[in-house]
């Protein structure tokens, strides 16, 4: 009798063991913020060659091994970066993020901690074989998240600002590796820095409530809904704006000019939905204005495919 309730216990013990080494390597993925480093890493890839890199062919970019090190020096600190937000936000996060913080607490914190001290150091150790300037580039770059994390994103619009410009930064980083400077990247950087903007603000009327009794100051809780309002529809007519000068003075074709043509009419509704002041329609402008992000990374890719191929 006791030899045929073993296995079946040995068993049950085995898929109860699966699940959790399951459910920790999901906690960790989350808690690492892994798609949204996914994301960034693809966009990096594309804005860099079909973007900043004017003149190398796809073989010389294929073993540029110091771009390819940047790169990878990116992702871990994105991925630190992930891991040192959660953990100051862990109790805002129990509230804004249930299921997330759920899984998450397969994991204890302190081995968040160690992940982040080794994906920091690992980035910053593979920064100072490519270059000491690269170096230096992540030490400001870790410690500008950390700082984010652990003060400014608790001050008034210092929060979002330096939300927009710490995604931004890997993007400048390129920018200045392959000393791509013109109207058209300066005008491209400034309606993504524009949306991004409006991304995060929009974020930020969903949690109101939640951010201002864990003592975060944000511009939907500090200022009243109307002028939250105007503020959001102020950023996307200058963002129309900004699409409109790509459009007509930087001579851009192909699917890019059918995409900034296209987000004039995004923009439009999300001002409509932004006008509706509900939270199911601030939801709604936030993953358009998302989805219309990643947009742009295909509409980047299938044009420089279209343009170099």
Known sequence: MNSEKEPFQSKNYLSKSLFYRFSQFVGFLLGARFFVAALLTFALYVS?????????????????????????????????????????????????????????????????????????????????????????????YQFFMWFYSHKLSRILILNNLTFVSLTLYPFFGMMVYYETFSKKVFLMAVFLFL?????????????????????????????????????????????????????????????????????????????YLLLNASRRSNFFTLNILRFWVFVGIIAMLLNGIEHKL
Not at 227 to 233: D, G, M, Q
Not at 248 to 258: N, P, Q, S
Request: proline share 1%.
């Open 195 to 271: 949306i991004l903007l409006c991304i995060d603000i929009v974020k930020d009327t969903l949690t109101r409530s939640v951010d201002k009794t864990f003592g975060y100051t944000t511009i939907p809780n500090y200022f009243k809904s109307r002028n939250t309002k105007i503020f959001l529809t102020s950023l996307l007519i200058v963002t129309m704006l900004v699409s409109m000068k790509i459009i007509t003075k930087t001579g851009i074709t192909g699917f890019m000019a059918y995409y900034f043509a296209g987000g004039l009419f995004v923009m439009i509704v999300c001002i």
């Open 48 to 140: 860099t060659f079909f973007l900043f890199n004017q003149d190398e062919s796809f073989r010389k970019f294929v073993f540029d091994f110091k771009v390819h090190g940047i790169i990878f020096c990116t992702v871990l600190t994105i991925l630190a970066g992930g891991i040192i937000n959660q953990f100051y936000d862990l109790e805002k996060d129990h509230v804004v993020k249930p299921f997330r913080t759920r899984v998450q607490s397969f994991i204890k914190q302190k081995y968040f901690l160690y992940a982040y001290l080794a994906l920091s150091a690992i980035s910053l150790g593979v920064a100072w074989m490519i270059s000491h300037n690269v170096f230096v580039f992540f030490v400001v």
